[in-house]
């Protein structure tokens, strides 16, 4: 397991290790988020070029 450190306050040491299955758990819910902005963004794109269409006659 990845550990890492860094100054803290008062000068302190502070170490951090990676936990693989709480990387793997956050990763997971990123990309559920990133599909679902995805997903809301191509729908505002459809409803704008619906609009558009509608706006210049075609």
Same mark, same amino acid.
Request: glycine share 8%; charged share 30%.
């Given at each position: 397991?990845?550990?890492?450190?860094?100054? @803290?306050? @008062?000068? *302190?040491?502070? #170490?951090?290790?990676? #936990?693989?299955?709480?990387? &793997?758990?956050?990763?997971?819910?990123?990309? #559920?988020?990133?599909?679902?902005? &995805? &997903? #809301?963004?191509?729908?505002?794109?459809?409803?704008?070029?619906?609009?558009? *269409?509608?706006?210049? @006659? @075609?």
């Amino acid at each position: 397991m990845p550990v890492s450190s860094k100054a @803290g306050a @008062g000068g *302190r040491q502070v #170490r951090y290790a990676v #936990r693989p299955d709480r990387l &793997d758990a956050a990763t997971q819910w990123m990309a #559920r988020v990133a599909a679902e902005w &995805d &997903d #809301r963004l191509a729908a505002i794109k459809r409803i704008s070029e619906s609009a558009h *269409r509608e706006h210049e @006659g @075609g």
